[in-house]
């Protein structure tokens, strides 16, 4: 079955940074939109970052634009969210996301994607 592990999240101080990895099993890896999501309590799921198949097309929300880079390889079937100068605001859990189509157009639509991984809790503190 498909699965999708994130590692990585943890305890850092503001301006600090972390690496996330998401490694995946279990479908096409190299077919699939991916993205980083992330939620706190009492909030929807909101769209971070994320990478077409094809790595070309790289897409952020505009709360990490210039602090966070996605990246992907498919030699490894994982993706990383390289997360610098970390802000407080974004302490979260962490969620690693396929796309549910292969080879289809980018979305950052939660409705998209079809297969999740547990979540990372990413704690900042101030």
């Known amino acids: 079955q498909v699965q999708l592990v994130e590692s990585g999240g943890g305890l850092v101080q503001a301006g600090g940074s972390l690496r996330l990895s998401c490694a995946a099993s279990g479908l096409t890896f190299s077919s699939k939109n991916m993205g980083w999501f992330r939620q706190v309590p009492g909030k929807e799921r909101e769209f971070s970052a994320g990478i077409s198949w094809i790595a070309k097309n790289i897409y952020y929300a505009d709360s990490v634009k210039g602090r966070f880079t996605i990246s992907r390889d498919h030699a490894k079937n994982t993706v990383y969210l390289q997360m610098n100068n970390l802000k407080p605001e974004d302490t979260a859990v962490y969620y690693c996301?396929?796309?549910?189509?292969?080879?289809?157009?980018?979305?950052?639509?939660?409705?998209?994607?079809?297969?999740w991984g547990q979540g990372t809790q990413v704690t900042v503190s101030s």
């Open positions: 996301a396929a796309s549910g189509s292969s080879f289809g157009a980018y979305s950052r639509e939660i409705s998209k994607y079809d297969y």
